[in-house]
């Protein structure tokens, strides 16, 4: 049995996701085994202070080290290990893969928006999906926001933005940044009618669950919007005791909504898929097109 595994270090947690690769009808597939989320919260230090903390330097320390001694025991075969947003504003970034380096002899590579683009979109969704139609493919994370446009299944542009959630709660996000989305996204979908949107990360995989949709089924505007005014109507401390929310759930949900139905509005996208698989499955199955494929 082969096992990788993808490290996934964004803005707002860290995670771990071990996956047992297997052959099927010629194609290899991946069945994930282990999933760990650990909320760093990163983006707060290198957002607001362009540099990451000694205190959170070494909590990610630890938390690497753990990683390291799991896939010892999973006896994971291959792995890549990825940091996002955070890493790439934080002045230390480049010191911190260097101390990973010597504490856990794991190899830490920072990636740029493009390239986390790319390796979000390595999980074909679009494919299992009308291709027939065009989709507006949305990850929102903690510091950035990742856009796509797939016409027949291929895609046609892709961009990343300095847009998140944790940055819009330390109030990061600049009004030039949401300019630049909007036109970007106005320009590279004016030419589609009737566009889809495929929405992906922690966040709207809460929100789907929240909606009671039915598997595989699309979450329409309508249901996002009602999900959003009641989310809002709660206090912080009510949507941890009330709604049951995770504390580092509670307070990125509403940016994140907040992304998602600006974008839908911006674009007339009535209906969003919502795949469940994000950052972490788009390196396992990176890993599978580079190693195996």
């Given at each position: 049995?082969?096992r990788y595994a993808a490290?996934?270090?964004?803005?707002?947690?860290?995670?771990?996701?071990?996956?047992?690769?297997?052959?099927?009808?010629?194609?290899?597939?991946?069945?994930?085994?282990?999933?760990?989320?650990?909320?760093?919260?990163?983006?707060?230090?290198?957002?607001?202070?362009?540099?990451?903390?000694?205190?959170?330097?070494?909590?990610?320390?630890?938390?690497?080290?753990?990683?390291?001694?799991?896939?010892?025991?999973?006896?994971?075969t291959e792995y890549l290990?990825?940091?996002?947003?955070?890493?790439?504003?934080?002045?230390?970034?480049?010191?911190?893969?260097?101390?990973?380096?010597?504490?856990?002899?794991?190899?830490?590579?920072?990636?740029?928006?493009?390239?986390?683009?790319?390796?979000?979109?390595?999980?074909?969704?679009?494919?299992?999906?009308?291709?027939?139609?065009?989709?507006?493919?949305?990850?929102?994370?903690?510091?950035?926001?990742?856009?796509?446009?797939?016409?027949?299944?291929?895609?046609?542009?892709?961009?990343?933005?300095?847009?998140?959630?944790?940055?819009?709660?330390?109030?990061?996000?600049?009004?030039?940044?949401?300019?630049?989305?909007?036109?970007?996204?106005?320009?590279?979908?004016?030419?589609?009618?009737?566009?889809?949107?495929?929405?992906?990360?922690?966040?709207?995989?809460?929100?789907?669950?929240?909606?009671?949709?039915?598997?595989?089924?699309?979450?329409?505007?309508?249901?996002?919007?009602?999900?959003?005014?009641?989310?809002?109507?709660?206090?912080?401390?009510?949507?941890?005791?009330?709604?049951?929310?995770?504390?580092?759930?509670?307070?990125?949900?509403?940016?994140?909504?907040?992304?998602?139905?600006?974008?839908?509005?911006?674009?007339?996208?009535?209906?969003?898929?919502?795949?469940?698989?994000?950052?972490?499955?788009?390196?396992?199955?990176?890993?599978?097109?580079?190693?195996?494929?």
């Amino acid at each position: 049995m082969l096992r990788y595994a993808a490290i996934d270090i964004g803005s707002n947690a860290v995670r771990l996701l071990i996956a047992d690769i297997s052959k099927q009808d010629g194609l290899y597939k991946y069945k994930k085994n282990t999933l760990i989320r650990v909320p760093l919260r990163l983006g707060d230090d290198a957002f607001l202070d362009q540099k990451i903390s000694p205190k959170k330097v070494g909590d990610l320390v630890k938390t690497m080290t753990a990683f390291k001694n799991l896939m010892d025991v999973y006896h994971v075969t291959e792995y890549l290990a990825c940091a996002t947003s955070a890493m790439r504003e934080a002045e230390n970034g480049e010191e911190i893969v260097k101390l990973i380096k010597d504490e856990t002899n794991l190899t830490l590579e920072i990636i740029e928006g493009q390239r986390e683009a790319n390796i979000i979109y390595a999980n074909h969704i679009e494919q299992d999906l009308d291709q027939s139609k065009t989709y507006l493919y949305i990850d929102v994370g903690g510091g950035s926001t990742e856009l796509s446009v797939f016409v027949n299944g291929a895609p046609e542009a892709s961009k990343s933005f300095n847009i998140g959630t944790i940055r819009m709660l330390d109030n990061q996000d600049k009004e030039e940044t949401w300019e630049e989305m909007k036109t970007w996204v106005k320009d590279n979908t004016k030419a589609y009618k009737s566009l889809a949107g495929i929405g992906t990360g922690g966040n709207i995989n809460k929100l789907f669950r929240m909606a009671d949709e039915k598997e595989n089924a699309p979450m329409s505007l309508q249901k996002l919007n009602s999900l959003y005014n009641k989310l809002t109507s709660y206090s912080l401390k009510e949507r941890i005791h009330v709604l049951g929310l995770n504390p580092d759930r509670a307070d990125v949900i509403i940016p994140a909504c907040e992304i998602y139905l600006t974008l839908m509005k911006w674009t007339g996208i009535k209906q969003i898929y919502v795949p469940k698989v994000g950052m972490a499955d788009g390196i396992i199955k990176l890993l599978i097109e580079e190693k195996l494929d």
